[in-house]
């Protein structure tokens, strides 16, 4: 005798998912291959329940919001479908998959707040979690906040296992069927007279309003006769209405939006005005895309449901996507350019991210990001052993005491299966654009001021800066993160302290100069609890390079006892599906030797070290010209507590030497001209032909043939003079901008640069270094230029590569007309 409570006019007018008996090959092999790959390994942690009968659950049935067992029905009843439907092959028969994934829909829906007093979860490692309901808020967690975080977040498990029943609902009995639909009207019932939440920096609630309104609107879509469905509706609306809300929405977007003006639809802003967003106090491209993947969700039940999307799915959906692609990578992964502290491989979410984007907002570059992330997810597949997805072993890879790679894994199968279902009901989409007519679309140089970073996409490279939560500068070469990491002190480093310290920072002061070409980006910031002043900069010209200037300094007594400079994190993937960037293995080419790193755990890190170079090469991907460097180390990591991806790091200037600083001693001052994609015997080729500035107190700057990049330190707006030795260069560059004089021995530069800001001066010219001169290019090309006293006669002038000689007279300017 069943002691749940059957509503069968309820039931009868629950909607049915009808899908149709074919789907593209496309995604049948992106989608529907792997989630059968992976399936068996999620029916192999199948155990049953005692306490009911027919009930069991998935990865130990204790996990956070019941994701471990909702998400893992929903993906196999996914599966059992497209095996009935499609005769999708699995190792696991149909009717195990069907069993399982029933068996944790009654086992969710016994336990859970609104099922019977005596059924709880099961005992787990998580005692947060184990022989306790879920539903509600957790009562060993008081952090301020955590009853609605902790109850609310259940809003995707309510979805999961709900979806899982609809997919299975002409297999189950009606005990089942109700147990689902209790769930989701008690989350609907506790949540309806809710407001959606507000915030933008530190935290942005477009998640916290996304699973909310996500679990609100499957309670309204699949039980059309409740008595409190229109409620349901109303709040699922308001909530959905405020997932991605900017400030000017909140006062003054008077535009009609389902009948009322957008400001009085919205609470308060969820998104910086320039369409950032931030989570664990920084732009976030995972929380950020987690608004458009409720978005996709919620539209698609609706289509499933026979009823048109509301208006509220659209409200600024294009156009924080549209910073999303800017962020984007060749393949399509979400670029993280303010850093990442989830794993780096993001492929499987992201692809669903595009996929939304792509069948119900039409976007053509939405179509050809999906087909690239999608395809190189499935090499991924392809490279691992039995359907795994990260790694081979994915339980010895940890990100935190109750989270692996394992637990990775569902997530990203949840994603897949999403993928395919929304395929699967509304088609393939519109049709992608061409890679280059996306490339073309992404370059440039922008500068998203509220959230704190200026990015230069070039066609085979990139660059950032961000300066506001996080010091991190960023240089990546075609391959992306596939090859230098996000890392959260990328460029920027560390400083170990004795006594230890803060590894927190602040911002003092910023500046950006961007067009449509150039970035010249600066920061100054306090690191180590306000132990050291940083300046930061970083000019990215084009494609081919980037100018990094790193200069700290003790604001007090401090001690070091170790720093990492010019700290970058090196990706050092094994997939033999894809060699190009994830061959398993990396070299280090500088003069001090070359040092290859496996990549694998191991018992303990390796180290490179050397002093003997001023030049490295990562694996003929990217090349660095050092200066100021206490010595070049690379560290071969094995050993990883909290695991984001295979991962070594290259320190541009490195020292475990206990060091005593007072207050202005300078603890480390590098440049680094960066080459992407340059291959180790083109770097080994460059010192020589790349200068840097003689010591200056304020300022710091690197020449070569095409141009001046330079920094000012200064709080005021400076003429600077710099200095350089150019041994053997028979031509010397004259910058726009500029006056520059030779000496026969000392190339000088004379320009103006405003306060904590870096520039790039195209040369505009070259002079022949056989005699001293002066010369001067405008910013127009006006072109000045005059030997010393005493001197006479001819130099040979360059411009655009082609040479002139032209007749000068001593100690007075002319003007050259060319």
């Not at 535009?255 to 639809?265: F, S």
């Not at 732009?283 to 698609?300: D, F």
């Not at 003092?508 to 900069?537: H, K, P, W």
């Not at 840097?692 to 095409?706: G, K, P, Q, Y």
């Amino acid at each position: 005798m069943s002691d749940i409570e059957i509503n069968h006019a309820l039931i009868a007018a629950t909607p049915r998912i009808n899908l149709p008996a074919a789907l593209s090959d496309d995604w049948v092999r992106l989608y529907a291959e792997p989630l059968a790959r992976w399936a068996p390994l999620a029916v192999e942690t199948y155990q049953p329940w005692d306490g009911r009968p027919g009930a069991g659950h998935f990865y130990g049935g204790s996990y956070w919001y019941g994701l471990e067992s909702s998400y893992t029905a929903f993906i196999v009843a996914v599966c059992y479908r497209a095996v009935k439907a499609l005769g999708l092959e699995c190792a696991t028969p149909a009717e195990r998959l069907l069993e399982t994934a029933v068996g944790a829909v009654r086992y969710l829906g016994f336990t859970h707040m609104s099922g019977p007093e005596d059924c709880v979860r099961v005992d787990g490692p998580n005692p947060h979690c184990a022989k306790r309901k879920w539903g509600e808020s957790h009562p060993t967690l008081t952090w301020p906040g955590m009853a609605f975080f902790m109850s609310s977040q259940t809003g995707g498990s309510v979805v999961g296992m709900g979806m899982a029943a609809m997919l299975l609902w002409d297999e189950i009995d009606d005990e089942t069927r109700q147990l689902a639909l209790n769930v989701a009207e008690w989350y609907a019932d506790r949540w309806c007279d809710e407001p959606p939440k507000v915030g933008t920096y530190y935290d942005t609630q477009i998640e916290e309003n996304g699973w909310t309104a996500h679990a609100l609107d499957f309670a309204a879509c699949i039980m059309p006769e409740h008595p409190r469905q229109e409620r349901w509706r109303q709040a699922a609306d308001w909530w959905i209405a405020n997932i991605i809300v900017t400030p000017y929405d909140c006062g003054r977007n008077h535009a009609e939006l389902q009948g009322k003006p957008v400001r009085e639809w919205t609470v308060g802003a969820t998104t910086h005005p320039d369409f950032t967003a931030e989570n664990h106090d920084f732009v976030h491209p995972s929380y950020m895309a987690s608004g458009l993947g409720y978005t996709a969700n919620i539209m698609l039940h609706h289509r499933i449901a026979g009823y048109e999307p509301p208006e509220v799915c659209r409200l600024n959906r294009e156009a924080l996507y549209r910073t999303l692609k800017l962020f984007a990578e060749r393949d399509g992964a979400l670029g993280a350019v303010q850093s990442m502290d989830w794993w780096y491989l993001t492929h499987y979410h992201n692809s669903f991210i595009h996929a939304g984007m792509n069948v119900l907002f039409g976007d053509v570059h939405a179509a050809y990001l999906e087909r690239e992330c999608a395809a190189n997810a499935r090499r991924i597949v392809d490279s691992l052993p039995a359907g795994h997805l990260y790694t081979p072993d994915p339980g010895a890879y940890k990100l935190n005491q109750y989270q692996s790679m394992r637990t990775a894994e569902r997530g990203a199968m949840n994603s897949y299966a999403q993928a395919l279902l929304l395929h699967w009901v509304l088609g393939d989409g519109v049709e992608p654009c061409a890679a280059d007519e996306f490339s073309e679309w992404q370059q440039g140089a922008y500068v998203f001021e509220n959230g704190g970073t200026a990015l230069r996409n070039g066609e085979n490279s990139r660059a950032a800066l961000s300066w506001r939560n996080r010091p991190v500068v960023i240089v990546q070469p075609r391959a992306g993160s596939w090859a230098i990491t996000p890392h959260p002190t990328s460029l920027a480093g560390t400083f170990v302290c004795d006594p230890p310290r803060s590894s927190a920072m602040r911002e003092l002061a910023n500046t950006v100069r961007a067009d449509c070409e150039t970035m010249c980006a600066f920061s100054r910031v306090e690191r180590t609890a306000g132990a050291i002043i940083q300046y930061l900069a970083l000019v990215a010209p084009c494609d081919d390079v980037a100018y990094y200037f790193d200069t700290a300094v003790a604001a007090g007594d401090v001690t070091i006892t170790e720093q990492r400079s010019g700290e970058v994190g090196v990706r050092n993937e094994d997939y033999f599906a894809l060699p190009g960037v994830a061959p398993g293995r990396r070299t280090l080419f500088s003069e001090g030797g070359e040092f290859r790193s496996a990549s694998g755990l191991g018992p303990e890190d390796e180290w490179f070290r050397t002093q003997m170079t001023d030049w490295v090469n990562v694996d003929d991907q990217i090349g660095y010209i050092v200066f100021g460097s206490k010595g070049i180390a690379y560290q071969a990591k094995h050993v990883y507590p909290s695991y984001t991806g295979m991962e070594d790091f290259l320190m541009l200037s490195y020292s475990d030497e206990r060091t005593d600083y007072a207050a202005g001693d300078t603890i480390s001052s590098i440049a680094a001209a960066i080459y992407p994609n340059e291959l180790s015997e083109q770097t080994r080729n460059k010192p020589g032909s790349v200068l840097r500035a003689a010591e200056h107190r304020s300022a710091d700057a690197i020449l070569t043939a095409t141009g001046l990049a330079a920094v000012n330190r200064s709080r005021h707006r400076a003429q600077l003079q710099l200095h350089f030795e150019p041994k053997g260069w028979d031509m010397l560059p004259v910058p726009y901008g500029a006056t520059a004089s030779w000496n026969g021995r000392i190339l000088s530069y004379t320009l103006v640069i405003d306060a904590f800001s870096a520039v790039f001066l195209p040369c505009g010219a070259a002079l022949s270094s056989y005699k001293p001169w002066s010369a001067h290019i405008t910013t127009t090309g006006l072109k000045f230029v005059k030997l010393a006293d005493g001197e006479t006669g001819e130099l040979d002038l360059m411009v655009d590569g082609e040479v002139t000689s032209v007749h000068l007279w001593p100690g007075r300017f002319e003007h050259l007309e060319l």
